[in-house]
């Protein structure tokens, strides 16, 4: 990625009376530059893709997490992200991306 925007916002628990459990969201643009576009477009590959076609377009990201505690030393957040034009390519996605995180401090 060459250019990029971003924003994103976090709200505490103390909102919804939960303290130990924060919402957030994040959203972000990218693009890459002319000399970029043109090594994927000559076939380049990289380390993420490339497969020689190219119909550019910015990427563009949405992102929500939430995050509660468990008990005493563990929390479990979960995550979705929806992505448009993946790797700079119109002619890919959007994708969808659901994750889950457990920490767990001992």
Not at 79 to 106: C, E, K, M
Request: hydrophobic share 40%; proline share 3%; charged share 15%.
């Amino acid at each position: 990625m060459d250019y990029s925007a971003s924003l994103s916002l976090s709200f505490q628990g103390e909102l919804w009376q939960r303290a130990d459990a924060p919402l957030g969201m994040a959203a972000a643009a990218g693009g890459i530059s002319k000399s970029h576009k043109n090594f994927v477009v000559a076939a380049g590959s990289g380390i993420l893709a490339g497969d020689g076609g190219l119909s550019y377009g910015w990427e563009k990201s949405l992102e929500t997490y939430y995050s509660c505690e468990l008990a005493k030393r563990s929390h479990l957040t979960a995550d979705y992200q929806f992505i448009t034009n993946p790797a700079f390519n119109r002619d890919r996605g959007p994708v969808s991306i659901l994750g889950a995180r457990l920490h767990w401090a001992f």
